[in-house]
């Protein structure tokens, strides 16, 4: 895997491409931890769909499941797996869609978080799912269906994170995805793609 850090405040720091493992990766993210430096991984697959991220603050659990399932109904999505966080929950699919796709799904939900979607989708044009505090699998909302789900972010999810997720057959074959560190939302954020060599 290949290793580049992008500066976007340009503060002269060279672009740099390095070799890595995922031990590399693991240092690497732990130093941002100590460093109290937020990062995420951000929904982009190489084929230019993104994966789906969902935040829901302030609402139960009973209604984030029950949402899931309404997407997955609706919408025919793969698993979600649904994360714990400080303000409600994160919850997360494999499956890929256009971006497009994925504003007109978020758009009929009122529980989902209408910032998220705004910040995501019309400022960065990808969606963010945090990673530096540690959060932990809570629940799943299970569908198996036909999806061609994304090898790379199942990767970081079962190698990086340590989740434990179901082994589909339906897997891409791509190994790229892109990390993002920043400092806040008002003073920018550093870059930091992991991308396959081949």
């Excluded at 910032?115 to 699998?137: A, E, Q, T």
């Excluded at 897997?171 to 003073?187: A, E, T």
Aim: with cysteine; hydrophobic share 40%.
């Amino acid at each position: 895997m290949l290793y580049s850090y992008i500066d976007n405040d340009n503060n002269n720091i060279p672009n740099k491409k390095i070799s890595e493992n995922i031990c590399d990766i693991l240092d690497k993210l732990e130093l941002l931890r100590k460093a109290k430096a937020c990062f995420g991984i951000c929904s982009n697959t190489k084929d230019n769909k993104h994966i789906l991220f969902i935040d829901f603050d302030k609402i139960k659990y009973g209604s984030v499941i029950s949402t899931l399932k309404s997407i997955q109904i609706n919408y025919n999505i793969s698993t979600f797996y649904v994360l714990k966080t400080t303000n409600g929950y994160n919850a997360f699919s494999l499956s890929k869609r256009s971006i497009s796709e994925i504003e007109e799904i978020y758009n009929h939900y009122d529980n989902i978080d209408k910032l998220y979607i705004k910040l995501s989708i019309k400022k960065r044009g990808f969606f963010v799912l945090r990673m530096d505090n540690n959060k932990k699998i809570v629940g799943m909302v299970e569908n198996h269906n036909d999806d061609i789900l994304s090898f790379a972010h199942y990767r970081f999810f079962t190698d990086v994170m340590s989740y434990h997720l179901f082994d589909f057959d339906s897997f891409d074959n791509f190994l790229w995805f892109k990390i993002i560190s920043y400092k806040s939302v008002k003073s920018g954020f550093v870059d930091i793609d992991f991308i396959d060599k081949v």
